[in-house]
């Protein structure tokens, strides 16, 4: 019994010394440690945990492309706003609506992140920012829209109607993010507004049509 102490309080001395298994690895647990020696599991956790910390940034940095082209896009000169909003919207078609209602109010792009983050609509976001509704998306909301074409760009006939009668119609989460994305198309490639929406409503979601007509084709 002795021997099998001693082996053990020997082990933890020269655990202790080593780098990999100091103290401050322990520390981001919750298991008991005695002398630097951790007498729990949890340390292959932490490492698991750095790891997948580690995953996250490469699969992180494959969207720096499209983030520099939405800096570009809304002359913004700092590409940390866009990658922290790309970060912060769980749905990244958000990151489109964020910056062109920055854009628009000359609000933080940050501070409308941060309004969406605690669960507002966009329509609420637009009241918020004290934004007169004539301004939002004026290119689809002055275009005619045949019966033809109804189906093809729903998007702008809810803009429309929303903007005619607030009372009856709400403006979608999925509208201001697809107009956005759409207006892109029109500002930066000289599509008219019908082709613009009806384009990108044939995309999976609006980040991806960007990306596909931006991104991988140059």
């Known amino acids: 019994m002795k021997i099998k102490n001693c082996a053990l309080i020997l082990s933890c001395v020269l ?7 100091a103290e401050g690895d322990c520390s981001q647990c919750n298991c008991t440690c005695q002398n630097g020696c951790c007498q729990g599991a949890c ?3 932490v490492q698991e945990d750095v790891q997948e910390e580690e995953a996250d940034t490469v699969i992180n940095s494959q969207d720096l ?3 520099k082209f939405l800096q570009d896009a809304y002359s913004l000169q700092d590409v940390t706003d866009v ?5 912060n919207c769980s749905d990244k078609s958000d990151v489109l609506v964020t910056l062109y209602l920055s854009k628009l109010s000359g609000t933080s792009p940050i501070d409308i992140n941060m ?4 669960g507002l609509h966009w329509s609420d976001i637009i009241k918020e920012l004290e934004i007169d509704s004539k301004e939002i998306l004026p290119q689809f909301a002055n275009c005619s829209v045949n019966e033809s074409q109804k189906d093809h760009v729903v998007q702008i006939v809810n803009l429309q109607n929303w903007l005619r009668n ?4 709400s403006l979608y989460d999925k509208t201001m993010r697809n107009l956005c994305a759409a207006k892109l198309l029109v500002d930066l490639k000289g599509y008219t507004p019908i082709k613009a929406a009806q ?5 999976k979601d609006p980040i ?9 084709k140059n």
């Open 115 to 118: 309004l969406r983050r605690d």
């Open 15 to 21: 655990l202790s010394s080593l780098p990999a298994l």
């Open 43 to 45: 340390c292959q956790t």
């Open 199 to 203: 384009t990108v409503q044939m995309q």
């Open 166 to 169: 607030k009372a009856e119609y």
């Open 65 to 67: 492309q499209i983030v």
């Open 208 to 216: 991806d049509a960007v990306y596909k007509l931006f991104v991988e």
């Open 83 to 87: 990658s922290t909003i790309w970060d």
